[in-house]
């Protein structure tokens, strides 16, 4: 029931908010949304251009959120106690002094990282020379696959993405010149990622150097 009240209210808020534009220079501009954690997400714009207030008013509607609605006098503002892994749509609107919302304000979407429990943890690299590294993570708590199921992504290039049931792994034929970012993700069922995972930067022969000095 509070489900389908929030519905309502979301779909009736959308109708009246489409319904008129006010203009740009009246509403926020340049929204961002940096999820910081299983349960937060950071919001971040640019002030409108013109106000009729010496402190410019925000409202701030994340319907799928509780509590969803928020005020601010800044161009910035945290949205807590989110659930994990799931998506956010959230509106900004400038307020005038009347207690007017402009429209069509901005808005944007952000998926929260997934729990703790279900990222793995601790990476850790161990160059064995400068064209190897072994990769090693503590596992995960929480896992819809029995064995979990891991997936070692290497600079970003999910398309060459490594899999393994083990939490450790040598990776082979590195190019001693070039530094590595490794990322380790679990897997659902599907195939999608866990979010965040874990990620360690590495340069292979700079490590080795150091270890034969």
């Not at 509607?61 to 749509?89: D, L």
């Not at 072994?134 to 064995?147: F, N």
């Not at 195939?191 to 150091?210: E, R």
Request: glycine fraction near 4%.
């Amino acid at each position: 029931m509070i489900q389908l009240k929030l519905c309502l209210i979301f779909t009736i808020y959308l109708v009246w908010a489409e319904a008129r534009n006010d203009g740009d220079k009246f509403n926020p501009r340049k929204l961002t949304a940096e999820v910081q954690s299983a349960r937060s997400i950071r919001l971040r714009w640019q002030a409108a251009e013109k106000s009729d207030q010496s402190t410019q008013l925000y409202n701030i509607i994340c319907p799928a959120s509780y509590p969803f609605f928020f005020k601010t006098n800044r161009t910035s503002y945290t949205v807590k106690k989110a659930s994990p892994g799931t998506s956010y749509w959230c509106i900004i609107h400038s307020v005038s002094s009347s207690g007017y919302w402009y429209k069509p304000g901005v808005s944007i979407g952000a998926t929260t990282w997934n729990a703790v429990a279900r990222n793995p943890r601790h990476l850790n690299a161990l160059v064995q020379n400068d064209t190897c590294v072994r990769l090693t993570w503590q596992a995960v708590r929480k896992s819809d696959r029995k064995p979990a199921l891991y997936t070692i992504v290497i600079n970003s290039d999910k398309g060459n993405s490594i899999t393994t049931s083990d939490t450790s792994y040598a990776v082979t034929n590195l190019n001693s010149s070039l530094t590595y970012k490794f990322e380790v993700f679990s897997t659902n069922p599907a195939g999608n990622f866990y979010q965040p995972g874990v990620a360690t930067d590495v340069t292979p022969w700079k490590i080795a150097l150091k270890t034969i000095n």
